[in-house]
């Protein structure tokens, strides 16, 4: 099949290389020249393990293009895919939805056949119902245009896996769709054929899936994160009460580590986005939970500062502080509202000298926050450090031996942010061990 992607961010150009993967022929459009030169040559503007490659392959292979012109975009296919960004609006929680407008304005009007405009990206719901009503007034005449929404389920570090090999197919279509169905069917086939549930709904289902799949996570991650506090109170292990309460199958064990949050361009926003349309909706008592699971998160943070400040003698003034992760998860370069690098910003803000090391990470670091020192490696970080606090769990760092590492750093002083080091093998070491939720080893 022939279609296009609108938008090639993370989302966007991750899904274009994947469609092309699974054999169809694909433009990609963006209006960043300088992004779609990247792309063109087979490079990524951001670290996504295995992207680089799939799309460099469906380049060579005569699949995959790129593109800043709209008009070869409507020329080229009739079903076009919607993946730009809905950042949270400056001094909002509600979403900014200008760039989603703006597709529509610039593609509906070059349209000159039937065609099915497919959403990827995150909305508040209500939005493709809007984007419909949009569409007929900006259509030429006899030319019908459908609205879709195909919720997208993407978690940095395993987007390509997710997107060839994806848990569930949602597909939101109108009342009175004709095409959507069958179109979306014909598209994603090959994962059909392989069992993947393809789940038909209303427009409206079809956007909340993905806000409610979010906030659910949100509020496991930051409920065994205020268990945590307790834990730490009662002198209790968070680690070990998380791991017997993942034997309960109707609980699990996934998404109950203890430790800084949860950042990224994706859950902090949508729940809160989240909540904003609730508000509208006149339904702001059903979400009004989420605000508490948003403070405890970002009380996490706080929280990280008060126990480095602890590991240091109960001052930061003058300390030398190495901070090992960046990006606000591992197996990605992402810094958009990091937990690693706001604690490290504030770290500095209450004295401390802070040395920063990432393994992908470090150029997006310096734009956000230029005043941080940043280092070429992890033992560069920890020279003659006071404390080495360890914010996000690459395999790096968690594989650092702590016997080699005591050679470098003034101090053997480690805070574990995300619960991911072995703190018997530290202690065994020398190491006093600080974690959130867990007593301190020595």
Known sequence: MKITVLGTGYLGATHAAGMAQLGHEVVGVDVDPA????LADGDTPFYEPGLKNVISDNIVAG????????????????????????????????????HVNAVIDELVPRLTRPSVIVGKSTVPVGTAAALSRRAQQLAADGVDVEIAWNPEFLREG????????????????????????AVLREMYAPLIAEDVPFLLTDLQTAELVKVSANAFLATKISFINAISEVCEAAGADVRLLADALGYDPRIGRRFLNAGLGFGGGCLPKDIRAFMARAGELGANHALTFLREVDSINMRRRTRMVELATTACGGSLLGA??????????????????????NVAGMLQLNGATVNVY?????????RLFP??????????ACDRADAVLVLTEWQE?????????????????????????????????????YALGRPALT
């Open 371 to 380: 005043t941080l020192n940043y280092s070429t490696s992890a033992l560069e």
């Open 397 to 433: 760092f968690v594989d650092i031996d702590p016997d080699g590492l005591a050679q470098t750093v003034r101090a053997r002083v480690v805070v574990d942010g995300r619960n991911c080091l072995d703190a018997a093998r530290w202690s065994a070491a020398g190491w006093k061990v």
């Open 35 to 38: 992004k779609v030169a990247k």
């Open 63 to 98: 699949r995959l293009r790129f593109t800043t012109d709209y008009q070869m975009a409507a020329d080229f296919a009739d079903v076009h895919f919607l993946a730009v960004g809905t950042p949270q609006k400056k001094g909002e929680y509600a979403a900014d939805l200008r």
């Open 158 to 181: 395993l987007a390509v896996q997710d997107t060839l090999h994806p848990d569930r197919i949602v597909v939101g279509v109108q009342p009175d769709s004709r095409r959507a169905e």
């Open 320 to 341: 030398n502080i190495a901070v090992l992760g960046a990006a606000f998860k591992p197996e990605s370069d992402d810094v958009r509202d990091s937990p690693a690098l």
């Open 358 to 366: 990432d393994p992908k990470a470090m150029e997006n670091s310096q």
